[in-house]
């Protein structure tokens, strides 16, 4: 069993940051990725990040509209990270974390982030 707690959300003008975290507790260990998503107004929990174990090196993934915005980033208990610059309106909605864990996964409560214009 894995727990995931999300903070650093909040409200910002368009062009500022925020850094979300995610605190994992439980089984790490056998956590093989993480995950960020993000659920805005009318629209489907769409995958924003996401970070992979490999033994040549963790394994990063960005939906084209964060690329060179956003950078997530883990340490060794699987606590993670997603740096968000340039924050645009659209990127406003519930973040939630992700872990990917054997055959299932587990989910945070999620952060919500606001971007005005």
């Known amino acids: 069993q894995v727990r995931l707690v999300e903070s650093g959300g909040g409200s910002v003008q368009a062009g500022g940051s925020l850094r979300l975290s995610c605190l994992a507790s439980?089984?790490?260990?056998?956590?093989?990725?993480m995950g960020w998503y993000r659920q805005s107004p009318g629209k489907q929990r769409e995958l924003v990040a996401s970070i992979t174990r490999r033994f040549s090196g963790p394994n990063t993934y960005y939906v084209d509209s964060v690329k060179g915005r956003f950078t997530i980033s883990r340490d060794n208990a699987w606590n993670t990270y997603l740096q968000m610059n340039n924050l645009k309106p659209e990127d406003t909605g519930v973040y939630y974390c992700?872990?990917?864990?054997?055959?299932?996964?587990?989910w945070g409560q999620g952060t919500q982030v606001t971007v005005s214009e």
């Open positions: 992700n872990a990917a864990y054997y055959t299932t996964d587990f």
């Open positions: 439980g089984d790490t260990n056998a956590i093989s990725g």
